[in-house]
């Protein structure tokens, strides 16, 4: 049900963009309009979240490890210790390095199945193999596409460009790697959420959704290359527009519907963005588990929601509940006198309420 509504809702994303520019006519609003409030709520939105996270106290040293801690000096640890439970900075930025480029906590992922009453664990590394395939390949295309918004085009983006088309084809443009890859590593996503019975109980819409509106999307993007042809000169008048803040609809040029079903599909997931599962591609830089260093016992890590408690000693507090410590059976401590109190002889009591943050 929940793959079926995502994809319902596809549908009418894609139905919009072809009433309007197909059979209305709009080519201004969903050539400039749309994509220029959707980049604005993509920008206010993202700004948002990072500055929410920003702003988020870490109560704790909660590193995600399973490696050795760094303890006496002549105890050695080993590169893959440094990395499971790193101590210094310069760890820590590598063990994020290794985790954002490479995904090394999912090439280290375990299946886990039951077999009768036994509990195996086995090897998951075609869900790396998916992941790898789908994020590096986006990364590659939206690199890619800088060629459209920029005049000259950087050489660097003109060598990835050929490096991503060396395979060449008789008679066709030439094929990118990077659209195939992205469709078998979308694909793969895409029916593991099917296939697999515990993933897909475990499945929602906004599980669903992204995968089918970046599906789309690619999809749009290779038939434009490959079978429904577009005016390319009047896509970069129109892209460099939108660059600069100088947009225009080139007159007299037929771009083509399905360019703009792309960019409508398009400046909706930018929308979309900030407010889904996929912001955690910059979530991931804040999250206390990967990016705190596990030197808890070198560095005192202080409670950022620390606040000031009144101070009882021992003979204070003993004078103040006597009473209900001598009705308890609470032996009384006669000979304690105020001046002769050592700070180890002390309590610190908590009179007033939490605050409504640690309450909750």
């Not at 954002?100 to 077999?115: E, K, P, T, Y």
């Not at 986006?138 to 990835?160: A, D, K, M």
């Not at 577009?230 to 947009?247: I, R, S």
Request: net charge positive; aromatic share 16%; glycine share 6%.
């Amino acid at each position: 049900m929940n793959a079926l509504v995502s994809f319902i809702i596809l549908g009418i994303l894609l139905f919009i963009p072809w009433l309007g520019v197909g059979v209305l006519g709009w080519e201004s609003l969903f050539g400039i309009v749309i994509p220029y409030v959707c980049f604005l709520v993509f920008v206010i939105g993202l700004i948002y979240r990072i500055v929410c996270w920003a702003k988020s106290p870490v109560s704790y040293k909660i590193p995600t490890t399973c490696g050795q801690q760094k303890s006496l000096p002549w105890i050695r640890r080993s590169l893959r210790d440094r990395l499971e439970s790193p101590f210094t900075t310069w760890e820590v930025v590598l063990r994020m390095f290794l985790e954002i480029v490479f995904f090394r906590s999912l090439f280290r992922n375990l299946r886990a199945d039951l077999q009768g009453k036994r509990l195996i664990y086995g090897s998951a590394k075609w869900l790396w193999l998916g992941a790898i395939l789908f994020h590096w390949s986006f990364f590659i295309i939206l690199l890619r596409h800088i060629r459209l918004f920029t005049n000259p085009v950087p050489e660097i983006i003109q060598g990835l460009d050929y490096l991503d088309s060396f395979i060449q084809s008789f008679g066709v443009p030439p094929v990118y790697i990077t659209d195939i890859l992205i469709l078998a590593g979308l694909t793969f996503l895409l029916l593991r959420r099917f296939i697999d019975s515990k993933v897909s109980y475990l499945s929602y819409g906004s599980d669903f959704f992204p995968l089918f509106l970046i599906l789309a999307i690619v999809i749009t993007g290779v038939l434009m290359r490959y079978s429904l042809k577009v005016d390319l000169y009047a896509v970069k008048q129109l892209t460099l527009g939108l660059a600069t803040f100088n947009p225009v609809i080139p007159e007299g040029a037929k771009i083509g519907t399905i360019f703009y079903i792309h960019l409508f599909l398009v400046s909706t997931l930018a929308a979309y963005f900030p407010f889904s599962k996929l912001v955690h591609m910059v979530g991931v830089f804040f999250s206390p588990t990967r990016n705190m260093a596990n030197n808890n016992r070198a560095v005192r890590h202080v409670n950022p929601w620390e606040y000031p408690v009144k101070h009882y000693t021992y003979y204070e507090y003993q004078e103040k509940f006597k009473d209900k410590m001598i009705e308890a059976g609470i032996p009384i401590d006669e000979e304690v006198q105020p001046e002769e109190e050592h700070e180890w002889y002390s309590l610190y009591i908590i009179e007033s309420k939490l605050p409504p943050k640690i309450k909750s």
